[in-house]
C-alpha cells in the first residue's frame, strides 16, 4: 500500500484491486484512509472461485507483496499460477516457494519492504504495454510448458522410474 501511495504521487491512471477474506481486512483498511490512497483501492472481499476469470481479465498485472515472518512463508502460489495463465505480468515479493512457480525469464521481484523499488516495478509495466504484453505472452507460455498435466504426469512417471531404479540397483 505504500508502493500504491508512491505511484499516486505520479499518476492518477490506476486502481489496485484487493480481493480477500480475513484477519488484515480491518488493519488494512485503516492504512489506505492514513495514507489517503482511497480512490486507487477497489475492495472485492471475496470472489468465488468461478468468477475469478473476470478479475484476471481486466487486469494489466498482477501482484502479490508478501511478506515472510517467523511463522508463515508463501506455499506454492496457485494465485501466481492462475494470474500467468490470464497472461499477466508479474510483480511479487520473494517468500516460500514463489521462486519454484513464476517464471524464470520474466521475474520482477521486489523486496517486500522496499516500497520505493516495489512502485518502480510496478510502474515499469504500468508505463509500458508492450512490455506487459511480451511479460504476459511469456508467463501463459511458462504455464503451458511446466504447469499441464501432461508433463506433469510425465515428470511423475520418471521421478518414479528413477525410484524404482534406484532401489533395484
Not at 73 to 89: D, I, K, R
Amino acid at each position: 500500500l505504500y508502493a500504491i501511495k508512491l505511484i499516486s504521487q505520479e499518476r492518477e491512471d490506476f486502481k489496485l484491486i484487493l480481493t480477500w477474506i480475513g484477519y488484515w481486512s480491518k488493519k488494512i483498511m485503516n492504512i489506505v484512509k492514513k495514507l489517503w490512497i482511497e480512490e486507487y483501492i477497489y475492495f472485492t472481499w471475496y470472489i468465488d472461485n468461478n468468477q475469478i476469470h473476470y478479475l484476471y481479465n481486466c487486469a494489466d498485472l498482477f501482484i502479490l507483496a508478501s511478506t515472510v515472518t517467523k511463522i508463515w512463508n508463501e506455499q506454492f502460489g496457485f494465485v501466481f499460477l492462475e494470474a500467468m495463465a490470464s497472461w499477466l505480468p508479474i510483480v511479487w515479493t520473494w517468500s516460500g516457494s514463489l521462486p519454484y512457480v513464476i517464471n524464470p525469464l520474466w521475474r520482477e521481484l521486489s523486496s517486500a519492504w522496499d516500497f520505493y523499488m516495489l512502485s518502480q516495478k510496478l510502474n515499469k509495466l504500468l508505463n509500458d504495454e508492450k512490455l506487459r504484453n511480451i511479460y504476459g505472452i511469456s508467463n501463459r507460455n511458462y504455464i503451458e510448458e511446466n504447469f499441464n498435466p501432461r508433463n506433469i504426469m510425465k515428470d511423475r512417471i520418471n521421478f518414479y522410474k528413477y525410484v524404482y531404479n534406484d532401489y533395484h540397483k
